[in-house]
T-cell receptor
Framework: DAKTTQPPSMDCAEGRAANLPCNHS???????VYWYRQIHSQGPQYIIH???NNETNEMASLIITEDRKSSTLILPHATLRDTAVYYC?????????????FGTGTRLQVTL | DGGITQSPKYLFRKEGQNVTLSCEQN?????MYWYRQDPGQGLRLIYY???????QKGDIAEGYSVSREKKESFPLTVTSAQKNPTAFYLC?????????????FGPGTRLTVT
């Protein structure tokens, strides 16, 4: 799987957009970008995934650059409950139960 | 409500004892996973199972064992051979098919071995 690089921590004011970057310069054409988040002492929660088009759901938007070497997760109106560690993962979707490799992620702190 | 349950939330054991962590899901998912998380670190895969009566080693399987006798259950045994068993253990499951790779995680079990 391609390696991802994320900043270790970020701050965001409540109500503002949180933009979390991820570099995945060695991504292959068939690898998807996934985002999960983990609130303290809980299990990770799936947020969104995409291949090359931008994606949006009720939680967030995912912007993938045209060359697919980086992406940005956008939380449009961050709240205190969005304080968590956010993981960017690159993975091939195959027919087998292959694994997700979680790095150390970005610790997002949302403040008043 | 459908979901994944792990019990207990906190578990304390003496060194040298085997301990079994429970993971149950009622999501009708075929694939199940066990991860370990150490403080300030990401998750590392211990074992996974694609189907009943089948499982494969992950990245750090040494000192652990699993069974998959039922679709709903995937218990993890931390044996006395595991050198550093104190950690946060997470179980996950995934729906069949390849349209998505969303994994659903349980709340975790925090194991402390002294």
């Amino acid at each position: 799987d391609a390696k991802t690089t994320q900043p270790p921590s970020m701050d965001c004011a409540e109500g503002r957009a949180a933009n979390l970057p991820c570099n995945h310069s060695t991504i292959s054409g068939n690898e998807y970008v996934y985002w999960y988040r983990q609130i303290h002492s809980q299990g990770p929660q799936y947020i969104i995934h995409g291949l090359k088009n931008n994606e949006t759901n009720e939680m967030a938007s995912l912007i993938i650059t045209e060359d697919r070497k980086s992406s940005t997760l956008i939380l449009p109106h961050a709240t205190l409950r969005d304080t968590a560690v956010y993981y960017c993962i690159v993975r091939v979707i195959t027919g087998t139960a292959s694994k997700l490799t979680f790095g150390t992620g970005t610790r997002l702190q949302v403040t008043l | 409500d459908g979901g994944i349950t792990q019990s207990p939330k906190y578990l304390f054991r003496k060194e040298g004892q085997n301990v079994t962590l429970s993971c149950e899901q009622n999501l009708n998912h075929d694939a199940m996973y066990w991860y370990r998380q150490d403080p300030g670190q990401g998750l590392r895969l211990i074992y996974y199972s694609q189907i009943v009566n089948d499982f494969q080693k992950g990245d750090i399987a040494e000192g652990y064992s699993v069974s998959r006798e039922k679709k709903e259950s995937f218990p993890l045994t931390v044996t006395s051979a595991q050198k550093n068993p104190t950690a946060f253990y997470l179980c996950a499951s995934r729906a069949p098919g390849t349209a998505s790779y969303e994994q659903y995680f349980g709340p975790g079990t925090r194991l402390t071995v002294t």
